[in-house]
């Protein structure tokens, strides 16, 4: 099973930008389709972005598109998340998940390998 480290997260104003990254190790990491998922206090979990094991297809939730770009980088084992345009609203912990499959999914069900998360905090 592959392990997840995320990193990046921190304090920005409303408008500001941070870029997210997640390292994994353990397992080849283009065989795995990524993602990247985010929680709120009180709230459930919410599916941002995923990318296909290449990296050439991407999806959003679309209340986020525009604003938040996922990529990622095979050589180096890392999956990124670009947040631009930061509102209040992203304040959430951040969470990046692999499956070994070639399916994109938005359910965090289908993925069995987690990160810790990343605390991102908006302020307004």
């Known amino acids: 099973q592959v392990q997840l480290v995320e990193s990046g997260g921190g304090l920005v104003q409303a408008g500001g930008s941070l870029r997210l990254s997640c390292a994994a190790s353990?397992?080849?990491?283009?065989?795995?389709?990524m993602g990247w998922f985010r929680q709120a206090p009180g709230k459930e979990r919410d599916f941002v972005a995923g990318?296909?094991?290449?990296?050439?297809?991407?999806y959003y939730a679309e209340s986020l598109k525009g604003r938040f770009t996922i990529s990622r980088d095979n050589a180096k084992n890392t999956v990124y998340l670009q947040m631009n345009s930061l509102k209040p609203e992203d304040t959430a912990v951040y969470y990046c998940?692999?499956?070994?499959?070639?399916?994109?999914?938005?359910?965090?069900?289908?993925?069995?390998?987690w990160g810790q998360g990343t605390q991102v905090t908006v302020s307004s």
């Open positions: 998940a692999a499956r070994a499959s070639a399916a994109i999914s938005s359910r965090g069900t289908d993925f069995p390998s």
């Open positions: 353990g397992r080849t990491f283009s065989a795995y389709v």
């Open positions: 990318i296909s094991r290449s990296g050439s297809n991407v």
